[in-house]
């Protein structure tokens, strides 16, 4: 059985010359590839991917946004909500000839509910290497403490 990958399809196509022809064939593509065509209706919007960790008493936001220039990048804070929005822009394609597309571009947004916890005043974010991190410190009367026993 030879396995062949198309770009209309997304998807591997098996040869049929070891299986006699169904009637429902029309049927099962339809069926089994119907969320990918969807999908490539709204090219104009994606999603970066978020990490969201804890270390050394701060939350952690991660974003990886490869090919968005910094300057392409906003982020607000409305209430205990954080939305990070950017777009990527679509690479010049005049003179090329595209035999596959994979890197979604366009506009993205993506929000986070924050912990009551979060410090507002002294968020911060940096940029690098296409990877966005928003650094959010706890209140400090938040974060865990020792106490010494007393003798």
Request: glycine fraction near 6%.
């Amino acid at each position: 059985m030879a396995i062949k990958v198309t770009t209309l399809s997304r998807r591997p196509e098996t040869s049929r010359e070891a299986f006699p022809p169904s009637p429902f064939r029309l049927f099962e593509d339809f069926f089994n590839d119907w969320a990918t065509r969807w999908g490539q209706a709204r090219p104009e919007t994606w999603r970066p991917p978020v990490d969201i960790l804890e270390r050394d008493g701060n939350v952690l936001v991660r974003a990886e946004v490869p090919g968005v220039d910094e300057k392409d990048i906003e982020i607000k804070l409305e209430g205990n909500v954080l939305t990070v929005k950017g777009e990527r822009k679509a690479p010049d394609a005049e003179g090329f000839n595209y035999y596959q597309s994979e890197r979604p571009c366009g506009s993205f947004s993506r929000s986070f509910a924050l912990p009551e916890t979060v410090n507002v005043e002294k968020i911060n974010a940096s940029y690098k290497n296409g990877v966005l991190e928003i650094t959010l410190p706890q209140k400090p009367e938040v974060q865990p403490r020792n106490i010494k026993i007393q003798t």
